[in-house]
């Protein structure tokens, strides 16, 4: 490539997206003919709800969707925005406080241009979603992991966080239900987390994308309700893709101090506008029309769950914590590295390169814990149909056994 033709070193430093990288591997295999189980992409196998699907086909044919809407999002979607918040959360918010983002993952990005300096550190807990780092990568930011293992159930202490904090610390995300680990941190540490960020004038960034995805007595701690005063330095993003399983609608939203979202409105102004029309009239059918589907899709999810964390724990080398929330299983897998496994003696050094040989030798995709910043595990999304789960495990269990 000529000096001209290179590309900026901000662009070059950022990791292309792990999960769908592999998602991508495992369709192209698909598409050779290949019959591959894949568990890695954070996708609802559901339709999305036929009252949602209809009322996006009627929002088609009225004339007023087919132009522009304001670009923070249609008023009325920002109103359902703020209702949810009270019904969900406990507590209230102005509907200007909300902007509407194409996918919850535009409104993360959003957040880390608009906070971030260069230089200023984001502590992040890890394992955590691939894009965390690579977002504040973007904005000019230092990623600053803070990583506790299967051995902590994947959930770091206050202790930790505060080692991790420095003069130039300007942010912390939660990511609660979390992916990859699908774990749930209790009230009282989110609460101390709160009051921590308060104390020492830190944003918290709440990314709430899996809440009503939640099993057995666990249930998602929202800092808002817990620690009021800290909403003058909370940003909330969710959005309709898990919950709703509208993943490809790409609806997501923020929820943060009038400032902040004046200035997300002004950047996505610049950006891409408004979230397409007919979509906010899905995500607005949406939040609007109960939950009665999405509590069946969460119990097929909680038979899911059970099904794969039995069947890695009972695999020699694997361990794997019980997940309270989303749809993702996260094995420690390094019982299963640096030695011969599998019917060709195979010997891996990563869980990247066990990713691989496994995506090789018997079809089966997850994604490496490299990605997540936990090296010696494997994330595996539940949320495929019950025959594929069964059948995965099925071909993953004989192969260690082998």
């Not at 490539?1 to 592999?22: E, Y």
């Not at 959360?89 to 993360?108: H, L």
């Not at 309700?225 to 939203?253: C, E, F, H, S």
């Amino acid at each position: 490539m000529a000096q001209w033709q290179t590309l900026s070193r901000r662009i070059d430093a950022v990791a292309p997206s792990a999960t769908l990288a592999v998602d991508s591997k495992a369709k192209a295999m698909k598409a050779q003919g290949m019959n591959v189980i894949s568990f890695g992409a954070g996708e609802p196998n559901f339709p999305t709800p036929d009252h949602i699907v209809q009322a996006a086909a009627r929002a088609c044919l009225d004339p007023s969707n087919h132009r522009y809407t304001p670009t923070a999002g249609l008023p009325q979607l920002k109103q359902a925005i703020a209702d949810k918040t009270l019904r969900d959360s406990g507590y209230q918010i102005d509907p200007d406080q909300a902007v509407v983002t194409n996918g919850g993952k535009q409104a993360v990005y959003e957040t880390f241009q608009i906070l971030l300096n260069p230089g200023d550190e984001v502590i992040i807990p890890a394992p955590y979603w691939t894009s965390y780092p690579q977002m504040v990568l973007l904005a000019g930011g230092r990623p600053v992991p803070v990583l506790s293992g299967a051995d902590q159930g994947y959930i770091p202490s206050l202790e930790q966080l505060e080692a991790a904090r420095t003069e130039r610390t300007r942010a912390i995300i939660l990511n609660v239900p979390a992916n990859p680990t699908g774990t749930v941190w209790d009230d009282d540490l989110v609460a101390a987390v709160g009051r921590w960020a308060v104390e020492h004038q830190i944003w918290v960034i709440s990314d709430e994308i899996y809440e009503h995805l939640t099993y057995q007595e666990a249930h998602t701690p929202y800092p808002g309700a817990l620690v009021p005063q800290v909403r003058d330095q909370l940003i909330v993003v969710n959005g309709v893709a898990k919950t709703y399983a509208m993943t490809g609608w790409r609806v997501g939203w923020l929820i943060a101090p009038l400032p902040v979202a004046k200035a997300a409105a002004k950047l996505q102004g610049h950006m891409t506008s408004n979230v397409a029309n007919v979509s906010q009239q899905a995500a607005l059918a949406a939040l609007t029309g109960g939950l009665e589907d999405v509590e069946a899709m969460r119990s097929a999810f909680a038979l899911r769950r059970r099904a794969i964390v039995d069947a890695l724990n009972a695999m020699q080398g694997v361990t794997c914590p019980e997940p309270l929330g989303a749809f993702y299983a996260f094995a420690d897998v390094t019982g299963l590295l640096n030695q011969p496994v599998g019917p060709q003696d195979t010997v891996c050094a990563t869980s990247g390169e066990l990713a691989e040989v496994i995506l090789e030798q018997i079809q089966v995709a997850a994604v490496p814990g490299e990605a997540f910043g936990a090296p010696g595990c494997l994330r595996f999304s539940y949320a495929l149909a019950d025959d594929d789960l069964a059948e995965g495990m099925r071909r993953l269990g004989d192969w260690i056994s082998a």
